[in-house]
């Protein structure tokens, strides 16, 4: 062989190399986009979605807080309405404003704001 038939020969080969190495790079960066896109669009980097998580835990805990406050309220006003006969009285009063035969009912309203 003779020296421009292998010239043309390792430029061939380069050509091919570089090709592959183009598209190698383009697959890498393919691939890269790929994965880069879903991790920003679920919530970006794992610290920032700590504390998000760390955030809606303690508004999480502090409503549970608020229920156990008022469960226990609401098991008060069962043991009252249950045992004690006043309690029955003042929500029916309360609530469903009766009265019992015989009293009158004196209602006063604010006078509106000057």
């Known amino acids: 062989m003779d ?7 390792r430029r061939a080969v380069d050509r091919s190399w570089r090709l592959w190495g ?38 999480v805990r502090a409503d549970i807080a608020a229920k156990k406050i ?3 309220e609401l098991r008060r006003d069962i043991e009252a309405l249950r045992s004690d006969p006043g309690a029955i009285e003042d929500i029916a009063r309360r609530d469903l404003g009766m009265v019992r ?6 209602r006063f ?6």
Do not use: C
Not at 3 to 9: D, F
Not at 101 to 106: A, K, T
């Open 3 to 9: 020296e421009g038939q292998s010239r043309k020969t």
């Open 22 to 59: 183009l598209r190698l790079a383009a697959a890498l960066a393919l691939a890269g986009g790929i994965a880069y896109l879903p991790y920003h669009l679920i919530g970006g980097s794992s610290s920032a979605q700590l504390e998000r998580v760390e955030g809606e835990l303690v508004r």
């Open 70 to 72: 008022d469960n226990a």
């Open 101 to 106: 035969p015989g009293e009158v009912i004196l």
């Open 109 to 114: 309203e604010q006078a509106a704001p000057r």
